[in-house]
Antibody, heavy 120, light 107 residues
Framework: QVQLVQSGAEVKKPGASVKVSCKVSGYTLAKLSMHWVRQAPGEGLEWMGGFDRVHGEAVFADMFQGRVTVTDDTSTDTSYMELSSLRSEDTAVYYC?????????????WGQGTMVTVSS | DFQLTQSPSSLSASVGDRVTITCRASQRIPHYVNWYQQSPGKAPRLLMFGASILQKGVPGRFTGSGSGTEFTLNITNLQPEDFATYFCQRSFSTPRTFGGGTKVEIK
């Protein structure tokens, strides 16, 4: 069974950047399209972007264009999401998620989440 | 901008009830709609994909339907573990938008 294990909680100051990692175990990152979803406290799910392996391109929600970078290190089966120019509204739990088993681009495997707090 | 609007945003129900959650798309989309369940403090769990295909391990009391711009998730014989928040999402298009969520609470 594939698992996604994310890095630990982060506290950052406004204007800084944060880099969250997501390590794949039990499978190969090179065969997965990894996406990133965030959830602010008490709010809903927000798709940020990810790497669409079928089309070989990174895709992002408009609101994150230019501020988020996703990279895959297939040698270590680890995906990274970096968000820059942090502001208080970026305080959220950040999840990595992927379509492993059904081929419908639905997220059947999720990481445990990484809490990112942005505070001065 | 593409949007998925869920209704209701919350509902109260009792164990054994049937509930229906609706997800409306701002434009016609293929049947690539997914449904997730999220309990407090946990990562979301995939329930349904392709609008009506049950994910492995999900009980059959969950059913999905719909096409075009309107999709529904039905839960029959509501169980205590079903009190959670439910989200719809579209696949295979950017952005992979989520609906705003429907919180199912105990009456």
């Amino acid at each position: 069974q594939v698992q996604l294990v994310q890095s630990g909680a982060e506290v950052k100051k406004p204007g800084a950047s944060v880099k969250v990692s997501c390590k794949v175990s039990g499978y190969t990152l090179a065969k997965l399209s990894m996406h990133w979803v965030r959830q602010a406290p008490g709010e809903g799910l927000e798709w940020m972007g990810g790497f669409d392996r079928v089309h070989g391109e990174a895709v992002f929600a408009d609101m994150f264009q230019g501020r988020v970078t996703v990279t895959d290190d297939t040698s270590t089966d680890t995906s990274y999401m970096e968000l820059s120019s942090l502001r208080s509204e970026d305080t959220a739990v950040y999840y990595c998620a992927t379509d492993w088993d059904q081929g419908y681009d639905a997220f059947d495997i999720w990481g445990q989440g990484t809490m990112v707090t942005v505070s001065s | 901008d593409f949007q998925l609007t869920q209704s209701p945003s919350s509902l109260s129900a009792s164990v054994g009830d049937r509930v229906t959650i609706t997800c409306r798309a701002s434009q016609r989309i293929p049947h690539y709609v997914n449904w997730y369940q999220q309990s407090p403090g946990k990562a979301p769990r995939l329930l349904m994909f392709g609008a009506s295909i049950l994910q492995k391990g999900v009980p059959g009391r969950f059913t999905g339907s719909g096409s075009g711009t309107e999709f529904t998730l039905n839960i029959t014989n509501l169980q205590p573990e079903d009190f959670a928040t439910y989200f719809c999402q579209r696949s295979f298009s950017t952005p992979r938008t989520f609906g705003g969520g429907t919180k199912v609470e105990i009456k």
